[in-house]
């Protein structure tokens, strides 16, 4: 009983937390720097990413593994790439595909 108390109370803080540095972001039109595989990826202010990352932690986990064994000389397409997280999971995987990104929306692009 004690432990689902104590989680209960953490997630509550979390989103608290998140809730009010999210506001701050956007107030002040602050950039989001997260860390995927070692590369640093610069997302707006109010791009949610971050959260996805620490609420669903297998988020984005099934492409690179699906991809895990391809080899040289085939191609994956990613269409509505948004940031380029899933691309750099993918990349971290397997680099032997050749990669390409396409995203329509100017402002992620």
Do not use: W
């Not at 999210?22 to 971050?50: A, C, M, T, V, W």
């Amino acid at each position: 009983m004690f432990k689902y108390l104590f989680n209960k109370i953490k997630k509550i803080l979390f989103y608290k937390t998140y809730l009010v540095k999210r506001r701050i972001g956007l107030i002040f039109n602050i950039n989001q720097n997260i860390k995927i595989g070692g590369k640093k990826i610069i997302l707006p202010p109010g791009h949610l990413l971050s959260l996805y990352n620490v609420t669903h932690r297998k988020y984005d986990a099934f492409l690179p593994m699906v991809i895990k064994n391809i080899k040289y000389n085939e191609s994956i397409i990613d269409v509505g790439a948004n940031v380029g997280d899933t691309l750099l999971r993918c990349i971290n995987a397997n680099n032997k595909p050749n990669y390409y990104s396409i995203e329509a929306d100017k402002y992620f692009f």
